[in-house]
């Protein structure tokens, strides 16, 4: 797009991300209310809970050691911490590779940049339906394993296909990108049900996130020159990480 109306290519770049922001940002002056008991989208029974959780003292609870001391020492914390790590370390690793694996097979410049959009679209639209069914199956267990062996697959498909296999690598990609991206809100959510206490909720969620960033550590360590020219190791790595 770069010399249309005159612009340059970057200045498109921050039209086409700014404009869809600018106008998800009008569309929610009309779906946020001010108060829990005028959303028109839920119904009755949903505004009558959310009112009585909004209406919960959280002013008055007061952080206390030993609820600190119990989020180090619980070991189903440490478990969704484990999970954190990978998913955030395969997340870090598709942001930063992604793109380079449409170089790698042979995708013209214009094609790399339309081609990183679709993966990311499914991922969203797939994220909200997982998101819809936790809502309504109230469970999150069985969401979270069937998302990641879904991303799982995704990446074994990816590793056995050769660098002329373009659309089965790019198919691929489709299914490992929708399995991780919907199973991390999954994750925090469940994360969420399971700790009690807002001031213990808050410090577990926070402790979880922020030890999973190590799996952005790990991310160069998955990639090595004879890896190339599909990444064959770092996705049958990423799969086992999603297993």
Not at 14 to 34: D, Q, S, Y
Not at 172 to 192: H, T
Not at 202 to 214: C, N, S, T
Request: one cysteine or more; aromatic letters at 14%.
């Amino acid at each position: 797009m770069n010399g249309i109306n005159g612009l340059h290519g970057w200045q498109w770049i921050f039209i086409l991300i700014g404009v869809p922001v600018i106008l998800l940002a009008i569309i929610t002056l009309f779906f946020l209310e001010n108060m829990s008991d005028a959303i028109r989208w839920l119904t009755p029974a949903e505004r009558e809970i959310l009112t009585n959780i909004l209406r919960d003292p959280i002013d008055q609870e007061v952080a206390q050691w030993h609820q600190v001391f119990h989020v180090f020492i619980d070991p189903k914390i440490w478990l969704f911490v484990i999970v954190t790590v990978g998913c955030l370390a395969v997340t870090r690793y598709w942001i930063a590779f992604f793109p380079s694996l449409f170089e790698i097979l042979s995708f013209k410049n214009g094609e790399r940049q339309l081609m990183s959009i679709p993966p990311y679209v499914l991922a969203w639209i797939c994220a909200l339906l997982a998101v819809f069914s936790v809502t309504r199956k109230k469970e999150h267990g069985f969401h979270v394993t069937f998302f990641l062996t879904i991303s799982s697959i995704g990446f074994i498909l990816m590793a056995s296909l050769e660098e002329n296999s373009r659309i089965g690598v790019y198919v691929g990609g489709f299914v490992a990108c929708s399995g991780v991206y919907s199973a991390f809100p999954v994750l925090m959510g469940w994360l969420a049900s399971y700790v009690s206490g807002h001031m213990k909720r808050a410090l577990a969620i926070g402790f979880v996130v922020g030890i999973g960033q190590i799996g952005g550590i790990i991310l160069p360590h998955l990639f090595h020159a004879n890896t190339v020219p599909v990444f064959r190791q770092a996705h049958i790595i990423c799969a086992v990480i999603m297993a």
